[in-house]
């Protein structure tokens, strides 16, 4: 069985735009069998397409010149209508400019291509691009669609009601998930030693061809070191001098490798919300992960050998990832807050004026426990009033009331329902 990605009918939905499809995501994420998936569909729908990879010695004959490929598709596709898919597409030079040329011609065909985070790094496509392409990003397997799979879509579209009921079972699919994280080739093996094999193979390949041939960094292993100290300071705050002295590299060197690691969807940085500067951290930022399957291999750890603060952070970590998911589209961006008094809130949600904090906790509430609002939420609802404050949990559902800020206890699940309003 094949797991189903969300981008699909996105994507889908866009053959009828003229405009190129880029999909850019982490390198073995899914982007080449979503665009196999989108040439079926087009196929069985009897429209003519041609499947092109930079990867294909072959094929990269056909990218010697623009006019070298319009003569590939023209003996492919004729001059009439049809789709044109290039994958590792960060392999040509000036892919942007390359393709623009076309695109200005009003030729009869529809691009879609794709390429590691490392397109944007390698050749500026935006601005080539500018006005001539749609983004679509494509990242491992959400947890959504990681339990879809694993349930053999048998509750899809009542993925909260499902975990709400069947709590031991979803308990062992969310340790799963901590555990190995979303990447397809990992979600599909059954064996935990092939999992790992799996997870090896895709770092050992994201270091060799994204941040040695592609970036062409002079310090892999200084990099690799950083991944490692990075995955050992999950949700803390980033102290660039400390690990410039613990990688042996000066500042600036980190602060240039930590970008290419959010680049190319490795890490993701959350910025802090401040308005008081004199009282709140205003510069320093939390590091997070995208793959905690990818975080917890690069430290040499299983979810089972960490410490329950531990569990914690990387439970904040897949709470972090599901809001995102959650605010996509939205103008809502997601940020943290802390005093240099050491007061701090996991995340803040913000946009223009309203702010809305949120705290994770790995654990269950009961009747003894369930007021016990955290001291630093409690004086962040002081400070900012806001109208709404979140405790997202394992398994409770709870509102209390605390001056006019409503505060209310969620599920983890919760954020999978699409009919859950956040705001």
Request: net charge positive; charged share 30%.
């Amino acid at each position: 069985m094949k797991i189903k990605r969300e981008i699909f009918d996105d994507l889908k939905s866009h053959l009828s735009k003229k405009e190129i499809s880029v999909i850019v995501g982490p390198r073995q994420a899914g982007k080449t069998t979503v665009m196999q998936e989108l040439r079926k569909y087009l196929q069985s729908q009897g429209e003519r397409t041609l499947f092109l990879n930079l990867d294909w010695e072959s094929d990269k004959l056909h990218f010697e010149s623009q006019e070298a490929l319009l003569k590939k598709i023209e003996l492919e596709l004729g001059k009439k209508k049809g789709y044109v898919f290039i994958d590792e597409v960060q392999r040509k030079e000036n892919i942007g400019i390359f393709l623009k040329g076309i695109y200005d011609k009003s030729f009869p065909y529809k691009f879609i291509i794709s390429g590691s985070g490392s397109i944007e790094l390698k050749e500026n496509i935006k601005e080539s691009l500018i006005g001539r392409k749609r983004l679509f990003t494509l990242l491992p397997v959400s947890f959504k669609e990681f339990l879809n799979f694993k349930t053999d879509y048998k509750f899809e579209n009542s993925e909260a009601k499902y975990l709400e009921i069947e709590k031991i079972k979803g308990e062992t699919l969310l340790m799963e998930y901590l555990t190995y994280g979303g990447y397809p080739r990992v979600v599909t093996e059954v064996l935990t030693k092939d999992k790992i094999i799996q997870i090896d193979e895709i770092f050992k390949s994201y270091i060799e061809k994204d941040i040695v041939f592609l970036l062409r960094l002079d310090r892999p292993d200084a990099f690799s070191t950083l991944i490692k100290l990075l995955s050992s300071q999950l949700g803390r705050l980033v102290e660039y001098s400390n690990l410039a002295m613990n990688v042996s590299l000066s500042v600036p060197t980190i602060k240039k490798y930590l970008w290419y690691a959010e680049k190319t969807f490795i890490v993701k940085a959350i910025s802090p919300f401040f308005k008081n500067a004199k009282k709140e951290i205003v510069k320093s930022r939390n590091i997070y992960f995208y793959d905690l399957g990818l975080r917890n291999y690069s430290i040499g750890i299983k979810v089972t050998d960490v410490r329950q603060d531990e569990l914690g952070f990387l439970f904040q970590n897949f709470v972090l990832n599901l809001l995102e998911k959650k605010i996509e589209l939205t103008p809502y961006s997601i940020k943290f807050w802390r005093t240099k008094d050491k007061a701090e809130v996991d995340f803040v949600v913000q946009a223009s004026n309203e702010v809305i904090p949120i705290e994770v906790k790995y654990q269950e509430f009961n009747k003894m426990n369930l007021s016990m609002v955290p001291r630093s939420l409690r004086t962040f609802i002081n400070k900012y009033s806001p109208w709404k404050a979140y405790i997202v949990n394992l398994n409770t559902h709870k509102e209390i009331q605390i001056n006019s800020t409503v505060v209310e206890y969620i599920p983890y699940y919760y954020l999978l329902d699409n009919e859950f309003e956040l705001f």
